[in-house]
């Protein structure tokens, strides 16, 4: 089990360079917000799974306690924008934006509800 010392110093998001780079995803995201079609699938599609892998390798190297919860989460916001944006699973008229509801809602409870009172790092409790 690791100490909360070095679950910080193994935690991509505690470097502000590294940091950085979680954010790119969702610029991604943010930007097909304005554009329709096979672009908006694309962004959100490539966005979401890239953050999804980026939080789930953060998980595995220091155990961020949201990082565990949004890995998952954007795979699956991935997954539900490729569907929808090729039409495999219509989620209706507002199906675009069910996907980034949800997706910031949880994001926002896992980082700061979660994380404020359950600690950071679970292994290092």
């Known amino acids: 089990m690791l100490t909360e010392s070095e679950c910080r110093n193994r935690d991509l998001l505690a470097s502000p360079s590294t940091r950085l780079l979680f954010w790119l995803p969702w610029l991604a995201i943010m930007i097909g917000i304005f ?3 096979v672009t ?3 962004l959100w ?3 979401f799974g890239t953050a999804g892998v ?3 390798l953060n998980a ?3 155990g961020r306690r949201h990082c565990i919860y ?3 989460l954007y795979l699956l916001a991935a997954l539900a924008s490729l569907l929808h ?3 495999a699973m219509p989620l209706g008229p507002y199906g675009w934006d069910w996907i980034l509801d949800m997706s910031v809602a949880l994001s926002l409870f ?5 994380e404020k009172a359950l600690g950071r790092y679970p292994s290092a409790h």
């Open 54 to 56: 980026m939080c789930l």
């Open 40 to 42: 908006r699938t694309v």
């Open 70 to 72: 949004t890995g998952p």
């Open 60 to 62: 595995r190297r220091c």
């Open 35 to 37: 554009i329709s079609g």
């Open 85 to 87: 944006g090729t039409g």
């Open 45 to 47: 599609s490539s966005g």
């Open 110 to 114: 896992f980082c700061f509800i979660l």
